[in-house]
């Protein structure tokens, strides 16, 4: 039996899973044992499209469709709480499981706040996560740097710090540190993201720290919630999934590599923050870019925080229809409603036409904001900053001005100052 805390090695009994997982199948062996006995009426994951560089979306009711989803796709870029809003009605009276990465869980819980999604018929298996590569990156730095065809590849996997390819006559890796210093390897998001083990799904699921005879073999899963424990015993109760302590080593070693990467997050976020400048240089540099901006709305129709019917961007009296290049304005309604909450899932500056890099601008505003007003966004289901206005933290923070108006004082409080 397994408690909410608890780190275990899972393997599933399933064959044809076993075969086709990334470790120890136990992600797709839940799944098919929660969809067999109606603990989840659907199933909603990725899986491989054409090739291994195009990640599909998929809704899952058979169980026996459960194995073509197995294995982790890289070049996964895409994010799914949106989409449940979008097609699946939000959840209101379905029971979806999904497979969440760090930013799908953030994603869900921003949107379950915004009540676009209802959480009550979410269950999140999470998977670790190292990062991602955008396809068409990966195929360009698969030919010009590996000296591979990128259709001959027919795996692909981050490990122990290399991005390693297997192709028709051979396997090769190289760093990932290599790779991102010359602009190829993971989204940049991905670079500074420190949703490394997502706990706030119902599971967190693994390779890193599964050591010994079941390294390769067996999925390291952290239990988050009761209602991850009651899946997992239920599915070990029931013969199909197999469960063992985590070894102390491995757990060891997982904490390590977790904070190892998250001092990662961290330098890539001072070295992009820092190359945005500072005061005029970095309004210049927003200005410039966003001024290509040719309003396509993507950006907002595929960010997790945007929720609104009709955008302010549409509304003629705060942006001039039919003006290009675009009046700053729609960028500023974007900063003011989004920053705060901004999970840094990238996909506003994956999506857009003309390559400004949203994300970062946004990011770069979100973490500062954080450090201000101490919201960690996607954390768990506590409000967004506009909509809990608290008497008692309002007056600490006028008070640690040191004045009485909000004029001095407010980036470095009166007492450091
Ligand atoms: C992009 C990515 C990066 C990862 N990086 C790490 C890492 O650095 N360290 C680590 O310990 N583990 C990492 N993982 C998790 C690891 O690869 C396995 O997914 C996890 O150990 C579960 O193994 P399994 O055999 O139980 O899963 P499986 O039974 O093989 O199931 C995998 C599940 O993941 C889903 N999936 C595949 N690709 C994506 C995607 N792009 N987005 C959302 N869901 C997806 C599948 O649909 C399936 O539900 C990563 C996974 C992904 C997708
Ligand atoms: S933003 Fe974080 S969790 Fe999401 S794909 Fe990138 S590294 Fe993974
Ligand atoms: S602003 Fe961009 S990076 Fe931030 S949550 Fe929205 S889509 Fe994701
Ligand atoms: S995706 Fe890019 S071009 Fe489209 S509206 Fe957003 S910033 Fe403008």
Not at 172 to 181: A, C, M, N, P, Q
Not at 190 to 195: H, L, V
Not at 267 to 278: P, S
Not at 317 to 344: K, Q, T
Request: with cysteine; hydrophobic share 40%.
């Amino acid at each position: 039996m397994v408690a909410k805390g608890d780190m275990v090695y899972a393997w599933t009994n399933d064959a044809g899973i076993a075969d086709k997982a990334e470790c120890g199948g136990a992600v797709t062996g839940l799944w098919k044992f929660a969809l067999e006995n109606k603990i989840v009426d659907a199933v909603f994951t990725v899986k491989k499209g054409v090739d291994l560089y195009d990640a599909v979306p998929t809704l899952i009711t058979d169980p026996a469709d459960l194995e073509k989803t197995a294995g982790s796709l890289h070049c996964g870029t895409l994010l799914l709480p949106k989409l449940i809003k979008k097609y699946l009605d939000g959840a209101k009276d379905k029971k979806i499981g999904v497979t969440v990465k760090g930013c799908d869980a953030m994603a869900m819980y921003e949107l379950a706040k915004r009540k676009q999604i209802n959480m009550d018929n979410i269950l999140m298996i999470g998977v670790n996560c190292g990062g991602s590569v955008n396809p068409g990156v990966a195929r360009e730095m698969i030919e010009k740097k590996y000296g591979v065809d990128p259709n001959d590849v027919h795996k692909e996997e981050i490990d122990k710090g290399q991005f390693i390819i297997e192709y028709e006559g051979g396997h090769k890796g190289i760093t990932v540190d290599e790779l991102e210093e010359e602009g190829y390897g993971r989204r940049t998001n991905c670079r500074r993201c420190k949703a490394k083990v997502p706990r706030q799904a119902d599971l967190a699921a693994g390779n890193w720290g599964v050591i010994g005879d079941k390294a390769g073999k067996a999925t390291f899963v952290e239990v988050c919630s009761e209602k991850g424990a009651e899946l997992l015993n239920a599915a070990q109760k029931a013969g199909v999934m197999n469960v063992q302590a985590a070894e102390p080593k491995g757990i060891a070693i997982r904490g390590k590599i977790e904070g190892a990467m998250l001092k990662l997050g961290d330098k890539w976020r001072a070295k992009d923050f820092g190359n945005l400048g500072t005061g005029k240089e970095r309004l210049d540099k927003i200005l410039k870019e966003t001024s290509r901006c040719i309003k396509c709305y993507q950006c907002i129709d595929q960010c997790p925080i945007c929720y609104c019917v009709e955008c302010s961007t549409k509304k003629p009296e705060l942006v001039a229809p039919g003006v290009l290049p675009v009046p700053f304005m729609f960028h500023l309604i974007r900063f003011a409603h989004i920053a705060d909450s901004c999970v840094n899932c990238g996909q506003c500056e994956e999506i857009c036409p003309m390559e400004i890099p949203n994300s970062l601008f946004m990011h770069a505003q979100q973490v500062e904001l954080e450090d201000l007003f101490g919201y960690k966004p996607g954390a768990d289901m506590s409000l967004p900053l506009l909509a809990l206005v608290d008497e008692k933290s309002e007056r600490a923070r006028l008070g640690k001005t040191g004045s009485d108006q909000i004029y001095l004082n407010v980036f470095t409080p009166a007492d450091k100052a």
